[in-house]
């Protein structure tokens, strides 16, 4: 059913000086879902993501995100309709505590802006909820920490949080294990599969283990493209995914570096 999907892209496309960056990217996200996009260094990733959220305008194409058309619409418009991308967007203030970065999150929803320093009883308000939040991600004894002195894969849980606070209708995550060891990726992949829960993710990923255990749904990008699409057993059985991935075994995790150019 049509009102299953909540993002959509019709030929979405964007060239830079004659260079086709992406090129008719056709794309359903469903309601509720964990749909991944993936594919090798290069292949578009980033470059949709970023006209997702419309850092940069399409030179061809559609976007349509919950009934709405958001083609010509300003970034700040597609975050208040609640098309939130985390890590990118969420703010975390390294010299503030974790439960501090989550009530200033919430003070920003509920139309306080940027003056947060104004009121400490606005801010004293939103301490349960902001607690609420960081039990979510598992943060709870890091409330008085600050942000700057967590370990990577709890810096990437308050980001999260952050993103949660903002009331997200789709989250899109953008390289959520990137740079990180095993331990912390397992950590994140259990925090993502538990703030999935209910919500609706897009995530760009570079670890197909973790893409495997996480996504409904995968979309595969080569030079701009979509490659194939389907679950990881369709995707990883496809002989144009694996000659884009150098011939890498579908039994083996990539490891893609994406240095912000995917």
């Not at 949709?48 to 850092?55: A, E, Q």
């Amino acid at each position: 059913m049509q009102d299953e999907i909540i993002l959509e892209t019709q030929g979405l496309g964007r060239e830079f000086r004659g260079f086709s960056a992406v090129t008719a990217v056709d794309l359903k996200v469903r309601r509720g879902s964990i749909h991944a996009l993936i594919g090798p260094n290069g292949a578009g990733k980033t470059t949709v993501f970023n006209l997702l959220t419309k850092f940069l305008p399409p030179s061809t194409g559609r976007v349509i995100f919950d009934g709405h058309d958001i083609t010509a619409a300003k970034p700040a418009e597609v975050a208040r309709r609640g098309l939130i991308r985390s890590f990118q967007i969420s703010a975390v203030f390294p010299n503030m505590s974790a439960l501090d970065n989550i009530r200033v999150a919430l003070l920003r929803v509920a139309g306080g802006g940027h003056r947060f320093w104004s009121s400490n009883r606005r801010l004293d308000a939103l301490t349960e909820r902001a607690m609420a939040l960081l039990a979510d991600v598992g943060l709870t004894e890091f409330a008085p920490v600050l942000a700057g002195e967590l370990a990577y894969g709890r810096k990437r849980a308050l980001e999260i949080a952050t993103t949660l606070a903002l009331e997200p209708r789709l989250m899109l995550l953008d390289e959520p294990t990137q740079g990180m060891g095993m331990e912390d990726v397992q950590r994140v992949t259990e925090l993502i599969r538990r703030v999935a829960a209910g919500r609706t993710i897009l995530m760009v990923e570079h670890n197909l283990k973790v893409v495997s255990s996480l996504a409904d749904r995968i979309t595969v990008l080569a030079r701009g493209q979509v490659l194939s699409e389907g679950d990881y057993a369709t995707v990883s059985n496809d002989p144009r995914v694996m000659e884009a991935y150098l011939g890498v075994s579908s039994a083996e995790p990539v490891a893609e570096t994406e240095a912000g150019h995917g």
